[in-house]
């Protein structure tokens, strides 16, 4: 069964700094995704990682994934109070006649403090 | 459409009765999920419908749960005899597997057993 790790869970940073967030997962797979939720809202799509050393970049936020270590790493540089909000990561994999379901992690709170 | 929209957004209902959400996922979109979320959680699995496969329900947390997909497009996830605990965001996604794309979120139902 597809599992997913994210680490932290929370995560409260100071303006300016930088971080990363981290994204495990138990099997093979071949998409991992990672979404942002902002309080009350549903789930806005960041990245679609499709490859090993596949990286993405969409301005402060950086993706990437190395499939041999089953792993993503979301990297935020110079941190603004606007990018708080709660990140998730996800993977589904292609099966014989089919795919598997999308399988999230439990998420990253991140709070931008001034 | 142009996303995948939600009915009805807000649903309040007294414990033990039945309930109906809605999803209307993109046009041609062949993969659709059920997500659903509680207050400051994440994100819990509950079925996928893709394409004319058997839907997995491997999610789905009692018996009172049920969904279907008609004509490979619109979705309803029943629930009867509603509890307290059911009370959650339930959260309708949808996908076009083959060319490898994220999945689009609707804003949710906000589901309130009283």
């Known amino acids: 069964e597809l599992k997913v790790e994210q680490n932290p869970l929370f995560l409260s940073m100071q303006e300016g700094k930088n971080y990363t967030i981290y994204c495990n997962y138990s099997t093979t797979s071949d998409r991992l995704y990672w979404y942002r939720q902002d309080p009350g809202k549903s789930l806005e799509s960041l990245f679609v990682?499709?490859?090993?050393?596949a990286v993405k970049q969409e301005g402060r936020l950086m993706a990437s994934l190395d499939t041999k270590a089953r792993l993503s790493t979301l990297h935020i540089t110079a941190a603004v109070h606007d990018l708080s909000a709660t990140y998730f990561c996800a993977v589904d994999r292609n099966l014989q006649g089919g795919s598997e379901k999308l399988v999230f992690g439990k998420g990253t709170k991140l709070t931008v403090n001034p | 459409g142009a996303g995948v929209s939600q009915s009805p957004s807000n649903k309040v209902t007294e414990k033990g009765k039945d309930v109906e959400l809605r999803c209307d996922p993109i046009s041609g979109h062949t993969a659709l999920y059920w997500y659903r979320q509680s207050l400051g959680q994440g994100l819990e699995f509950l079925i996928y419908f893709q394409g004319n496969s058997a839907p997995d329900k491997s999610g789905l947390p009692s018996d009172r749960f049920s969904a279907e997909r008609t004509g490979g497009s619109v979705s309803t996830l029943t629930i009867q005899r509603t509890q307290q605990e059911d009370s959650a965001v339930y959260l309708c996604?949808?996908?076009?597997?083959?060319?490898?794309?994220?999945?689009?979120f609707g804003q949710g139902t906000r589901l309130t057993v009283v």
């Open positions: 990682l499709l490859s090993n050393g």
């Open positions: 996604a949808s996908s076009f597997r083959s060319l490898n794309t994220e999945a689009f």
